[in-house]
């Protein structure tokens, strides 16, 4: 390994390029390869292979079992949220659908990473006038109604956003936290939050809890709009049709709320 590390950042690479092909040795058709069988589809010599293989027993990135090897609880572990991710996505998102159907807005699915808050999911608008919300899109979570919902709902994400800047990006974003705590005790009390120009001045939102089957908060869900078609007095009608499709999305994870009530 010694030689491996004295040519600058490349030889890394080229030990991740040797570490993915022994990971692609596992498949549901051959899940426990023996170290020659994963040597022999590699393609490596056999003292290297042998080599990383038993790091990545040291490490948890697989396990041993006699002479045969399976996918290691470690790499299971990590993959997990992002498997959970993937199934929250799968089972709000025809909630999302019917959202949309129902307010004629985009309706979007959030969550939360550290101080920033994520498009998930969107079923977009069939408006010829809207405003964008794409999936893999980073917003913080002070400005607008989404993140006021995981400030509400999430215990960790004021620690988050304890130590950050509250950066105003319009004249109503809340830049203090006077003025933060004030909004997330609403929505807290009320179950959902709708908020007008925070981010972008023409953009509003109305958002809402999604809890999984522990009762704790799994993702966000709103629309969003124009302001020049949606305004305050709007939220009276449109403040409920989030809240209830975000108990269908709640129930869907298997949230009881006589259980778990919010």
Request: with cysteine; net charge neutral.
């Amino acid at each position: 390994m010694a030689a491996e590390r004295t040519s600058g950042s490349a030889p890394p690479l080229l030990v991740l390029r040797k570490v993915t092909e022994i990971l692609n040795c596992f498949s549901v058709e051959s899940p426990e390869p023996t170290l020659q069988q994963i040597a022999r589809q590699t393609g490596l010599p056999q003292s290297t292979c042998q080599r990383l293989v038993q790091n990545m027993v040291r490490e948890g990135f697989l396990d041993r079992d006699g002479d045969r090897y399976r996918i290691g609880l470690r790499l299971v572990q990590w993959a997990a949220p992002g498997t959970f991710g993937l199934d929250v996505v799968r089972l709000v998102h025809p909630i999302l659908q019917e959202l949309r159907d129902r307010t004629g807005e985009t309706a979007c699915l959030y969550m939360r990473d550290g101080a920033f808050r994520t498009v998930v999911a969107v079923a977009e608008t069939r408006h010829v006038v809207m405003r964008p919300f794409l999936v893999g899109q980073v917003m913080p979570i002070h400005a607008g109604a989404p993140g006021k919902i995981f400030l509400a709902f999430d215990p960790e994400a004021r620690q988050a956003i304890r130590d950050t800047e509250l950066t105003r990006y319009t004249p109503t974003t809340p830049d203090t936290w006077d003025k933060l705590d004030a909004q997330v005790s609403s929505a807290r009390a009320d179950g959902y939050f709708a908020a007008f120009g925070e981010r972008n001045s023409d953009v509003g939102s109305i958002s809402a809890p999604v809890f999984n089957h522990l009762g704790r908060l799994a993702a966000v869900l709103g629309v969003g709009f124009p302001t020049q078609r949606v305004g305050p007095d709007d939220v009276g009608r449109l403040g409920p049709e989030v809240a209830d499709a975000a108990k269908a999305a709640s129930a869907a994870l298997g949230y009881m709320e006589k259980i778990f009530p919010s």
